[in-house]
């Protein structure tokens, strides 16, 4: 819930279809991910039993990477922190540091914070941590927002510096030591929903005769490391706990033209509006890339995730508190938020064939962090 104008009220973005007839419990046992992970392993359970719903969000893509940048509107200072296409929570901790940076550098009395997705609320965070006065606006707060529908697995990449944020903003080696560091602090309370995960990245096994690859779910590992995984419902509501807590004021608003910007009451803002950038600030490198889960009930004993990529296209599991995740869809351009059923099926085919060939989960060291 937020407020608006003295009203409190719920919003919805994602269309959710239903592909079961029971739900989920409304309270799940708090866990963590142990230390070392239950080997050998058990399956992920696919049955219809298990079914829960199917979930569409759309990502915030952008031609040229991700936009970092100081900008001005009359008076005030607007800097933007958007399109970090399908790397939002990788992304959101290096990024946010990068604007608060930028922020703390002018002595603001007050700040806006246009947009509550994971780089929103990251970046007022990082403010009001420094104790400056915050106030968020959005059109849609969690649990309604995009971020609460993605992936949420922490993946650094050797090159987030392409195109015209190539010598913007933090260097890839920045961004990198920034990701793990940035979580790292809520590990330690289970109501941040981060936790440490067994990770695997597979690709259909080769067919030239070498068999010095490792297998795993009848596919070539081509890495595997732990990383952190994140619990977008748990992480999202618990950052906006402690931001009320630190003072900050949520704000249901929907901005249609620079001038509602001009008006609000704040000499600097952060643009972290995702998508909503490319009509409110006339951004056309904006696009939306297109993801579609399927929800599966609970399982707890599911300690490993993986991505494998087909050549029917890629296939994620990635496991939480409230459901087990599957994907995983990348439709580049198409703005379409209904589930479809013939993706949900490919999905869940797809994910019964490599069960069908689980006999155990390969060991990975409690050290072999990402880096």
């Known amino acids: 819930m937020v407020r608006q104008s003295g009203k409190w009220s719920i919003t919805r973005r994602s269309v959710v279809l239903s592909l079961g007839t029971a739900t989920l419990a409304a309270c799940q046992t708090a866990r963590l ?8 392993g058990v399956p992920v359970q696919l049955s219809p039993a298990f079914f829960d719903r199917s979930v569409v969000g759309l990502r915030p893509g952008r031609i040229g990477g991700f936009r970092l940048a100081s900008d001005k509107l009359g008076e005030k200072l607007v800097v933007h922190n958007y399109g970090h296409g399908g790397d939002g929570y990788t992304l959101s901790w290096p990024c946010a540091r990068w604007a608060a940076d930028q922020i703390s550098k002018t002595h603001p009395g007050s700040v806006g914070i246009i947009g509550a997705g994971v780089s929103g609320l990251t970046t007022a965070w990082l403010l009001a941590q420094r104790g400056i006065n915050v106030s968020i606006y959005a059109e849609q707060f969690s649990p309604d927002t995009t971020s609460n529908i993605a992936g949420a697995i922490i993946l650094t990449g050797p090159n987030y510096r392409s195109g015209e944020n190539a010598n913007s903003g933090p260097s890839d080696d920045a961004i990198n030591a920034d990701v793990i560091a940035g979580f790292t602090p809520f590990l330690i309370d289970p109501r941040y929903g981060v936790y440490w995960i067994d990770h695997f990245q597979m690709r259909p096994l080769r067919q030239d005769g070498q068999s010095t690859y490792e297998e795993f779910l009848g596919r070539r590992v081509t890495s595997k490391f732990r990383t952190i995984m ?6 999202l509501a618990a950052l906006m706990q402690d931001l009320s807590a630190m003072g900050v004021q949520f704000w249901t608003k929907k901005f249609t033209t620079l001038g509602d910007l001009a008006r609000l009451p704040h000499t600097a803002l952060v643009n972290c509006s995702g998508l909503g950038a490319g009509i409110l600030f006339d951004d056309e490198n904006m696009y939306p890339i297109r993801g579609q889960l399927t929800l599966l009930k609970p399982q707890p004993e599911i300690d490993y995730s993986y991505i494998s990529r087909q050549p029917g296209g890629i296939l994620y599991m990635f496991p939480r508190r409230e459901n087990i995740v599957l994907g995983g869809t990348h439709q580049r351009g198409n703005a379409h938020l209904l589930p479809e059923p013939d993706e ?19 060991r990975i060291s409690p050290d072999d962090a990402q880096n």
């Open 230 to 235: 994140v619990d977008p419902n748990l992480y």
């Open 33 to 40: 991910v142990p230390t070392q992970s239950r080997r050998p």
């Open 344 to 362: 949900a099926e490919r999905q869940l085919r797809g994910h019964a064939e490599l069960m069908a060939s689980l006999r155990g989960v390969p």
